[in-house]
């Protein structure tokens, strides 16, 4: 019944911009922390950005800080990450995650869109 879906991956040249759609079904993103994860082939998962509920509802990773954004449009119950100046170590597949802590917790992925930064 829920679903994310990613979108807006890519191959582009280093310096370029995409800007990944994470979609969802099922559950509202307004209601949950969204986080983007990357992972790229023998690496372990990393957090790239958090959008949360503090008064500083966005966090980075230190290698895409300035270059990434997380955002939401409630309205189209999608979140998305805007990354711009990509370089090749951005290579990866990216998954949205959202948390869900009521009625009880699941967590929840998308399938995943590639990334790759090559020239």
């Known amino acids: 019944q829920v679903q994310l879906v990613e979108s807006g991956g890519g191959l582009v040249q280093p310096g370029a911009s995409l800007r990944l759609t994470c979609t969802a079904s099922g559950l509202s993103l307004s209601q949950w922390p969204v986080i983007w994860y990357r992972q790229a082939p023998g690496k372990d998962r990393e957090v790239v950005a958090i959008?949360?509920?503090?008064?500083?509802?966005?966090s980075y990773a230190d290698s895409v800080r300035g270059r990434f954004t997380i955002s939401r449009d409630d309205a189209k119950n999608a979140a998305y990450l805007q990354m711009n100046g990509l370089k090749p170590e951005d290579t990866a597949m990216y998954f949205c995650?959202?948390?869900?802590?009521?009625?009880?917790?699941?967590?929840?992925w998308g399938q995943g869109t590639q990334v790759t930064v090559s020239s």
């Open positions: 959008y949360g509920y503090t008064e500083r509802p966005t």
């Open positions: 995650n959202v948390k869900v802590f009521t009625p009880r917790f699941s967590d929840y």
